[in-house]
């Protein structure tokens, strides 16, 4: 209908046209009457034409040529009702997007040109600097990376057993800033001054940590409640009910809007600041920053899976979540499954355009990107001399009498599949008697969470299953299972890893896993075989490992017993490629595309940002 009113316009305009040549013809010879009417009609064809073709094809041509010079402009916006609207808006998007490969090309090529292939510390912090102007970075997460509390007297520190922190604390070493935490260590007052603040690490100083203090029935509500109970297993495909109850989400919206504050303080006299908003704890944080700055650049990286739209839309409040999400200008997940997966619920729950070919959301007048930046780790420092005899002393001092010994990581969880890989220790046991006595399965289970009743059960039916399987095939001081149940730091779990022959990361759900990663880059040695739950992140990036489905009990213990068996060239091979694969992509080279794609947003003080593209 508008191609037909543009018609009816231009064929009014060329009536009128020929009404006022006709007058002319009038005076023209009969002779010459028909020549004349030829040309009146040629004339204002011609018009016409130009009019609805060459003039809009001459804007395109210019402007197609400027983006192919690398100069920046808006795309000519000619009147959809023209005849060429539909044409110059496919051309337009093409050239959008041939501008955003051209600018993430010539981005790739400077890095190369950078320096080596690998991202470092360095490396990222020159990057972040150049991209942000020298603006400093801020990061909100629940966890704080340093936790002070006091144990006989006198306080200690401690790094909280957390994927988040182990990813992001080398960032915020490397780059400096600030991190924006929930200060729940019982020091965690006197530690900080009045503003919460305090800086970190504490025995060498890079960047400021400002912590949040909530209530107790805050924290309760938030964090256990609705972050916990709700959304914790509404996004983990564990069969584990997720519990929402108005007061939580009360209180998970008071949280949100007091980490607003502590953010906005820390932002105050920074133009464009960049801040990045970790987790889900955090959905309404995006639109609450944005409409108090409109100039911040706002990313959120979502640590845990994003279930199909039909699981999500479990939630009462998946509008609000959705909405406060989207006031971000890039959100990250770690692979694209789960990005397909949010996309699908913003398209079924609000009213917005979902972009599938850039992967964005248009809602409200901008734009929000929607990507997948898979996290690592750093590399751990170099081992110790005498490696044979540290691991040795490993397996000593956790009581290991074993030749062969398995290591797992995790937080008490029932989204890490502990008992089913106990159960699996079990059947291998069963099926190999060889190896009783021979083999021995380190779990070092840092608690969490311990007075949500979940957790509480698990933590029980854990001991249950430890103390009935050590019951049935303990012998002389050997037991198969060594159940280490208390906080562990990084430092005291590499010497676990680089003494381990095996590690077992059977999660029956993930968003990532890290601690796939961090063997894997724990083992110079090329030694040392993954077996790696294939309902990680973790799984897509590292096709070397000893994929299992952790359900099928009897697949895990075969694994195991491969695992121990394997040729040593077979196992060398598998774990140097997955050893190039971390150190290739890195938690720097996480950072830095994260954030360089941040930078690339374009914001405007008092008004919207928009995704550069």
Request: glycine letters at 8%; aromatic letters at 8%; proline letters at 7%.
């Amino acid at each position: 209908m508008r191609t037909k009113g543009r018609l009816v316009l231009s064929f009014a305009a060329a009536a009128a046209l020929a009404a006022i040549g006709s007058h002319l013809i009038e005076g023209v010879p009969a002779a010459h009457r028909l020549t004349a009417q030829a040309v009146l009609v040629s004339a204002v064809a011609v018009c016409l034409v130009w009019w609805n073709v060459v003039a809009p094809l001459d804007q395109m041509a210019a402007w197609l040529k400027a983006v192919r010079l690398g100069a920046e402009g808006r795309p000519p916006a000619p009147d959809p009702a023209g005849l060429l609207g539909p044409l110059v808006h496919e051309v337009s998007r093409l050239g959008q997007s041939l501008s955003e490969a051209k600018a993430a090309a010539e981005a790739e090529a400077r890095l190369r040109a950078a320096g080596a292939s690998e991202w470092t510390p360095e490396r990222l912090k020159a990057e972040v600097s150049r991209a942000l102007g020298g603006r400093p970075l801020c990061v909100v997460a629940n966890r704080e990376p340093y936790m002070h509390v006091r144990r006989g007297g006198k306080i200690e520190v401690l790094t909280p057993a957390s994927g988040l922190v182990t990813a992001l604390e080398p960032v915020l070493t490397a780059c400096g800033g600030t991190w924006v935490a929930h200060g729940g260590g019982d020091a965690d007052r006197e530690t900080a001054d009045a503003d919460g603040r305090l800086p970190v690490p504490p025995e060498a100083p890079r960047y400021m940590l400002r912590r949040v203090w909530l209530t107790a029935e805050q924290e309760e509500g938030y964090y256990y409640g609705f972050s916990n109970e709700g959304l914790w297993p509404l996004c983990h495909i564990v069969h584990t009910r997720p519990s929402f109850r108005p007061e939580d989400w009360a209180h998970y919206q008071a949280a949100n809007a007091e980490f607003a504050k502590a953010v906005l303080a820390e932002l105050d006299g920074v133009r464009e600041p960049c801040v990045l908003v970790q987790d889900y704890h955090f959905a309404l944080l995006p639109r609450l920053l944005k409409a108090a700055r409109p100039d911040a650049r706002v990313g959120v990286f979502w640590h845990i899976p994003w279930p199909n739209p039909e699981a999500f839309g479990i939630c009462p409040w998946q509008r609000e979540l959705l909405d406060g999400l989207l006031g971000a200008d890039v959100l990250g997940f770690h692979v694209q499954a789960h990005c397909n997966n949010f996309l699908e619920t913003v398209d079924g729950a609000l009213e917005s355009r979902v972009d599938w070919e850039r992967f964005a959301v248009q809602r409200l007048g901008r734009a929000t990107l929607v990507k997948p930046f898979p996290i690592s780790v750093d590399a751990p420092p170099p081992p110790p001399a005498g490696a044979g005899s540290a691991r040795e002393a490993v397996r000593l001092a956790a009581g290991v009498h074993a030749e062969f010994m398995a290591v797992g990581v995790d937080r008490v969880d029932y989204t890490k599949g502990l008992v089913e890989r106990f159960r699996a220790v079990e059947r291998f046991l069963e099926r190999n008697p060889a190896y009783v006595g021979r083999f021995t399965l380190v779990q070092i289970a840092a608690p969490s969470r311990t007075h949500i009743k979940r957790y509480g059960d698990l933590n029980a039916e854990l001991d249950a299953e430890a103390a009935r399987i050590n019951a049935r095939f303990a012998a002389g001081g050997w037991s198969p299972l060594a159940l280490r149940r208390r906080h562990h730091g990084r430092a005291e779990v590499l010497p676990f890893l680089r003494a381990a022959d095996l590690c077992m990361v059977t999660s029956l759900h993930d968003g990532m896993n890290l601690v796939a990663k961090e063997y894997v880059a724990s083992r110079s040695d090329d030694d040392g075989a993954l077996i790696l739950s294939r309902f990680t992140g973790a799984a897509r990036e590292l096709p070397e490992a000893l994929l299992v489905n952790p359900y099928d009990v009897d697949q895990t213990a075969d694994a195991i017993h491969y695992a121990l068996e394997i040729p040593p060239l077979e196992r060398a091979r598998r774990m140097a490629a997955m050893r190039k694969t971390v150190r290739e992509h890195n938690v720097y080279e996480w950072a830095g595309r994260f954030i360089a794609e941040l930078a690339r947003v374009r914001v405007r003080e008092g008004g919207h940002a928009r995704a550069l593209v």
